[in-house]
């Protein structure tokens, strides 16, 4: 039998950030329920708000799936998140927002203003491309 030649993690940090794939699923999971509780929220109002289905919340929350980029960015928005919570939600994912792509510009700019539910980030993206276009 061939012995496994991968590093056993022995801090904390280790554990933390060693997966093999660029998200770290279980540091997203606890920093969704960190969200989650300093807001005061509850999962039904953040998949339904954030426009993903029970399943793959459920899927995120118990660290089985990591989220799509598209995904990622609707938590984002069911979380209630300030720019710089989701720029650290997406980290935890392995994204990033990118500077002038205007999906992520919009997107960055609802969350400065507040806007709660993932189908009026859609109206104001459909919008602004409409007026650019």
Not at 12 to 30: G, Q, W, Y
Not at 39 to 53: E, Q
Not at 58 to 85: H, Q, T
Request: aromatic residues 10%; proline residues 4%; glycine residues 4%.
């Amino acid at each position: 039998m061939k012995k496994s030649t991968l590093k056993t993690p022995t801090h904390f940090s280790e554990k933390f950030f060693t997966n093999d794939c660029f998200c770290n699923k279980r540091a997203l999971s606890i920093y969704i329920n960190d969200l989650m509780r300093e807001k005061d929220l509850r999962g039904p109002d953040v998949y339904k708000d954030a426009g993903i289905s029970k399943a793959n919340w459920s899927n995120y929350i118990s660290e089985k799936n990591n989220p799509s980029p598209e995904n990622a960015r609707r938590l984002v928005v069911g979380l209630k998140c300030s720019p710089e919570e989701a720029t650290l939600l997406l980290s935890y994912c392995g994204m990033t927002f990118t500077k002038g792509n205007v999906y992520d510009e919009c997107l960055l700019h609802c969350l400065e203003n507040h806007v709660a539910k993932m189908t009026d980030v859609t109206i104001f993206i459909n919008n602004y491309l409409s007026q650019a276009a």
